[in-house]
């Protein structure tokens, strides 16, 4: 069984601060994507990384893929309390199917 | 375009009650996934289908659980007899193709809150 676990569980921080949350595994993955999802949401799709040492930026947010495969990411600069969510990493390891971390919930203040 | 629609948003029923869960994917998907959301146990695939047809329900947590998918644009997840332990958030998400070793997009519905008292 395929096992991801985010780090930290919770992240309450004031808006302009910076932060970065983890996702570890043992096992290898061929992809892992990064999902928020607000209260009553489903999760929304944030980027897909699939190339070991990969960096992708999506504006303020930058998510980083391990060399070896198992582990990614994200650090946001300069947060917004439109950033508040629940930070959700997913493996893609078997056919068709993603194993989900049970994810990082950010609080940001004003 | 619509996306992922689920019905209802919100159920609460009582244990032992049969309790039916409904999901009409993005039109063109080809696969669609059940998943089950608690806090103590995160985000959890139950069963998946490609074109119309289970491939693996191994997620699928006892015999009271049951999932069709009659057609393309419409499938069920069923719980009978349903138990408070089922209480959970239950979201249908459908994609293109499988994500395997591709980068495949999951489209997530809305989630329907099942509470079982």
């Known amino acids: 069984t395929q096992l991801l676990e985010q780090s930290p569980q919770f992240l309450s921080i004031q808006e302009g601060e910076n932060l970065t949350v983890y996702c570890n595994s043992s096992s290898v993955f061929s992809s892992l994507q990064w999902y928020r999802q607000e209260p009553g949401e489903g999760p929304v799709l944030l980027v897909t990384?699939?190339?070991?040492?990969e960096v992708k930026k999506l504006k303020r947010l930058t998510f980083q893929f391990g060399d070896a495969r198992k582990d990614s990411s994200l650090h946001i600069t300069a947060a917004q309390p439109g950033d508040t969510g629940l930070y959700l990493c997913a493996g893609a390891g078997g056919y068709s199917t993603l194993t989900f971390g049970k994810g990082t919930m950010l609080l940001v203040s004003p | 375009d619509a996306g992922v629609i689920q019905s209802p948003r919100h159920e609460v029923t009582e244990m032992g009650q049969e309790v039916t869960l409904r999901c009409k994917p993005i039109s063109g998907h080809d696969y669609l996934f059940w998943y089950r959301q608690t806090m103590m146990r995160g985000l959890e695939l139950l069963i998946y289908f490609n074109n119309n047809v289970p491939i693996d329900d191994s997620g699928m947590p006892e015999d009271r659980f049951s999932a069709k998918m009659p057609n393309a644009s419409f499938s069920t997840l069923k719980i009978q007899p349903s138990e408070p332990r089922d209480s959970a958030v239950y979201f249908c998400?459908?994609?293109?193709?499988?994500?395997?070793?591709?980068?495949?997009?999951?489209?997530f519905g809305p989630g329907t809150r099942l509470t079982v008292l």
């Open positions: 990384v699939v190339t070991g040492g």
């Open positions: 998400a459908s994609s293109a193709s499988g994500a395997g070793t591709y980068t495949d997009t999951q489209y």
